[in-house]
């Protein structure tokens, strides 16, 4: 589909996050950079990880680069998880000795448990409204003493972007509720970084899910 072509799915841009990525791979892996500003944060996620984990849950994790390779880099080994199958496909055939799942994050399989679990420029592609339910699925797939990493925005509403000529959805909650819905889910925040500038601007969470403790 062109740029030009009218799809009337794009009135509603929350709804069609994962169409767009299905069909605008190639464009994804051309513009997505691969310099790795995010090192710093993934080092702190692994410094921040029980002795000996190494099970990370990618959700969002799109082709797999160059975030998940990283940290298969440094000897994990992840499960990743996308909407799209297409992101899906380039991952699997890029990192073939994981585990790389198509789903959508707001309705998980059955997964187990992981040491590290990481929702990287994915989850803030949800509503405000379906960004609250994750945070039980968040604490559900994250093993007590093991961390969660998630990028947001920082105040509560929603914002439009563009990608490949089609409107792209990005919805966050504020900064309170985001550390209300942490606690709740048994999981205390180690850094918060609100716009980030030695990473992109990014919104970065960093915490901890505590032991024996739920959602």
């Not at 849950?57 to 199958?85: F, N, S, W």
């Not at 789903?103 to 409204?129: C, I, K, N, Q, Y």
Request: aromatic share 10%.
């Amino acid at each position: 589909m062109s740029s030009t072509d009218s799809d009337p799915a794009d009135a509603d841009p929350a709804g069609t996050v994962l169409d767009i990525y299905q069909h605008h791979v190639a464009a994804f892996v051309t513009l997505r950079s691969t310099a790795l500003f995010e090192r710093p944060w993934l080092d702190a996620l692994l410094a921040a990880m029980p002795p000996g984990g190494r099970e990370v849950l990618d959700i969002g994790c799109g082709t797999g680069a160059p975030m998940a390779a990283y940290l298969i880099a440094k000897g994990c080994h992840v499960t990743g998880i996308d909407g799209a199958p297409a992101m899906i496909e380039r991952a699997r055939a890029s990192f073939p000795g994981h585990v790389w799942i198509s789903a959508d994050m707001r309705d998980l399989p059955e997964l187990g448990a992981f040491h590290a679990v990481v929702a990287w420029h994915s989850f803030f592609h949800l509503t405000p409204e379906d960004q609250r339910p994750m945070f039980a699925r968040f604490g559900r797939h994250c093993l007590p003493g093991g961390v969660l990493i998630f990028t947001s925005g920082t105040a509560y509403g929603e914002a439009i972007g563009s990608f490949e000529g089609r409107p792209l959805y990005h919805g966050s909650l504020d900064s309170a509720e985001y550390h209300d819905l942490l606690r709740a889910n048994g999981f205390d925040v180690i850094r918060h970084v609100e716009t980030d500038p030695e990473c992109g601007g990014a919104t970065v969470w960093l915490a901890r899910k505590s032991g024996g403790q739920g959602d």
